[in-house]
């Protein structure tokens, strides 16, 4: 059995970290967001999934950036 490389946990843990967040915003979307003037139970649950869910999806999209580039580099250095 082969071990994932550093860069597959990150891909995973990034979209690991996606899903939680999006299932977090769909449950905070369902406490109100707003609630008369002032911010409603699913504000603060919402605006912290956005944020996972950037967070998540900027990990992913970065270390894949990097294996292409380190793909590309090795190629150019078995030539």
Known sequence: MRT???????VIAGALL??????VAI?????????GDVPGAGFFPTVLA???IIAGISL????????RT???EDAEDAE
């Open 50 to 52: 956005v944020l996972l």
């Open 60 to 67: 992913a999209v970065t270390r894949l950036r990097a294996a």
């Open 27 to 35: 449950q905070g979307i369902g406490l109100g967001f707003y609630a």
């Open 4 to 10: 994932p490389t550093l860069r597959e946990i990150d």
């Open 18 to 23: 996606a899903l939680l967040g999006a299932f």
């Open 70 to 72: 380190e793909d590309a």
